[in-house]
């Protein structure tokens, strides 16, 4: 939460030229319902289903269609096994784990965002518990790449930078 996801991963997309989804977004989307409310109606227990059960929807329609795309994945769905073999199985993906402090994070969500239009988020009260549990997992399948102190524009500049430079021939920006 509050590590930039949706505005460096919208950024990112705008660099190449590619396709923007948002994970958080698509499941609010087919609900009707913001997250907090699929939250507070339905459970945690649900949403991470309907996260797995969207990336399982998306990740082949994305590759049937040869459309590259940006996608930002909720916070929690690294802590669904399902959804670390979905991302391994999707061919040429590309993981990066935006990183800030606990303090920063926690910053930029108590203050609602007027971008995003989002409310409340319904895990902040565990946000210390869940981030010691989550830092490994992020670290383990994704390229760390800070976002404290820079603006979502510059971390997508260094998240497409990581990407030029481990395959060359790779991502390159469309007119």
Known sequence: MGAGKTSTGAALARLLGWHFVDLDDDIAAHAGQ??????????????????????????????????????????GAVEQRENHK???????????YLEAPLEVLLARCS????LTGR??????????????????????IGTTVSTYGFSAEDVASNILSL?????????????
């Not at 990407?163 to 007119?175: E, F, K, V």
């Open 163 to 175: 990407l030029q430079m481990r395959n060359t021939a790779g991502p390159q920006p469309h007119p």
């Open 86 to 96: 979905l991302l391994a199985e999707a061919p040429d993906t590309c993981i990066f």
């Open 34 to 75: 913001c997250i907090a409310d699929i939250f507070a109606h339905h459970g945690e227990a649900h949403f991470r289903a309907e996260e797995t059960l969207h990336l399982t929807n998306i990740l082949p329609h994305a590759r049937s269609n040869h459309a590259p795309f940006v996608l930002a994945l909720g916070g």
């Open 111 to 114: 203050t609602p965002s007027e």
């Open 119 to 140: 409310r409340a988020r319904p895990l902040l009260a565990e946000a210390e518990m869940r981030y010691q549990h989550r830092v490994p997992l992020y670290e383990s």
